[in-house]
T-cell receptor
Framework: RKEVEQDPGPFNVPEGATVAFNCTYS??????FFWYRQDCRKEPKLLMS???SGNEDGRFTAQLNRASQYISLLIRDSKLSDSATYLC????????????FGKGTTLSVSS | EPEVTQTPSHQVTQMGQEVILRCVPI?????FYWYRQILGQKVEFLVS????????KSEIFDDQFSVERPDGSNFTLKIRSTKLEDSAMYFC???????????FGQGTRLTVV
């Protein structure tokens, strides 16, 4: 079983749409969770951390369900500039401080 | 804004040759990492470095690989005898504390021919 699994995508949506990405992780002892954004051939950049209580940053909302080992990212009012690959990332205890990445879900927002 | 810098941005090397990828982490950071991403695949952890020694490494990080922090500012990844399958984007990352944000460099694209 893969450590971090994501919807494969791609998601093709019009501007203004709401889109949701899902992610599951295999290690129930995982402690920290993140969404990163990666533009084509660029480095990953932290979008937001994910907390058990859920958290919001502008148009972005992240949620964590520890019982189901499930993480989600909701993007409201999509912009052209949101087009990128969204990476679900977990910091698992046995890996110390290393990050475990999902393969990513590609989002394409069109006008 | 402080950033992690990597050189070169692109390196082409012949199979069997040694390569050294260089990184300058953010100056007051304490944890340093190398990750790689084969084209079309996920970002994979290679090694972490803390307090002047390797703190953890993945199965990928075999005897062909080594890391060094030679002068307190640079952080290097050496691949001793490159193979075709080493072709990938190599990202360096650093963080100030164990649970703080990891910042990634722009990567070095390694092509082994």
């Amino acid at each position: 079983r893969k450590e971090v699994e994501q919807d494969p995508g791609p998601f093709n949506v019009p501007e203004g749409a709401t889109v949701a990405f899902n992610c599951t992780y295999s290690n129930s002892a995982s402690q920290s969770f993140f969404w990163y954004r990666q533009d084509c051939r660029k480095e990953p950049k932290l979008l937001m951390s994910v907390y058990s209580s859920g958290n919001e940053d502008g148009r972005f909302t992240a949620q964590l369900n520890r019982a189901s080992q499930y993480i989600s990212l909701l993007i409201r009012d999509s912009k052209l500039s949101d087009s990128a690959t969204y990476l679900c990332v977990v910091k698992a205890p046995q890996a110390g401080t290393a990050l475990i990445f999902g393969k990513g879900t590609t989002l394409s927002v069109s006008s | 804004e402080p950033e992690v810098t990597q050189t070169p941005s692109h390196q082409v090397t012949q199979m069997g040759q040694e390569v050294i990828l260089r990184c300058v982490p953010i100056s007051n950071h304490l944890y340093f990492y190398w990750y790689r991403q084969i084209l079309g695949q996920k970002v994979e952890f290679l090694v972490s470095f803390y307090n002047n020694e390797i703190s953890e490494k993945s199965e990928i990080f075999d005897d062909q690989f080594s890391v060094e922090r030679p002068d307190g500012s640079n952080f290097t990844l050496k691949i001793r005898s490159t193979k075709l399958e080493d072709s990938a984007m190599y990202f360096c990352a650093s963080r100030g504390g164990r649970d703080t944000e990891a910042f990634f460099g722009q990567g070095t694209r390694l092509t082994v021919v």
